[in-house]
T-cell receptor
């Protein structure tokens, strides 16, 4: 059974600093997705990672996938307040989501 | 592209009552998914359709839950004999089958409160 673990579950970030959050999964899976959810809102797609070594970047966010390690990372460069949200990874064709990492950026 | 639409936005019901939610996906999207999300958790998969066919259903889904997509367009999710544990946000999402790797487009959800 595929299990997805995100860590940390909560991250308080300082503006301007860099951080990384992690998504580990238990069995082989193709396609890993990252989504963002603002408080009281629905989920919005950020990245789709399709193969080992895939890297995608959008603004201050960069996601990568290592299928051998069964790990995806979401790297935040020079955090800003606008990035405060909960970030989810998802696998198995979006049938399984992690619990999410809640990011809070403080000035 | 008007996005995924869900109705109602909020529903308060008494324990034991039946409730039905509606989801209208993006018009050209063949796949439609239902999820449940509780506070502090990720979306929990309930079921999904490709056109009118219900292709997968979570084994966690009790017999009180049923979903339909009769004409391959909008979908309904019904919960019979609601329980307090059913209180959650119910999310609908859609994606095009023509792009296997496409991410999901989520609606704003229906928040159910069972009193």
């Amino acid at each position: 059974e595929l299990k997805v673990e995100q860590n940390p579950l909560f991250l308080s970030m300082q503006e301007g600093k860099n951080y990384t959050i992690y998504c580990n999964y238990s069995t082989t899976s193709d396609r890993l997705y990252w989504y963002r959810q603002d408080p009281g809102k629905s989920l919005e797609s950020l990245f789709v990672l399709l193969s080992n070594g895939a890297v995608k970047q959008e603004g201050r966010l960069m996601a990568s996938l290592d299928t051998k390690a069964r790990l995806s990372t979401l790297h935040i460069t020079a955090a800003v307040h606008d990035l405060s949200a909960t970030y989810f990874c998802s696998l198995a064709g979006n049938l399984i989501f992690g619990k999410g990492t809640k990011l809070s950026v403080k000035p | 592209d008007t996005g995924v639409s869900q109705d109602p936005r909020h529903k308060i019901t008494k324990r034991g009552q039946n409730v039905t939610f509606r989801c209208d996906p993006i018009s050209e999207h063949n796949r439609l998914y239902w999820y449940r999300q509780t506070l502090g958790q990720g979306p929990e998969f309930l079921t999904y359709f490709q056109n009118e066919a219900q292709l997968e259903k979570s084994r966690l889904l009790s017999d009180r839950f049923s979903a339909e997509r009769p004409k391959g367009s909008f979908s309904t999710l019904e919960i019979q004999r609601t329980e307090q544990g059913d209180s959650a946000m119910y999310l609908c999402a859609s994606s095009p089958v023509t792009n296997y790797n496409s991410p999901l487009h989520f609606g704003n959800g229906t928040r159910l409160t069972v009193t």
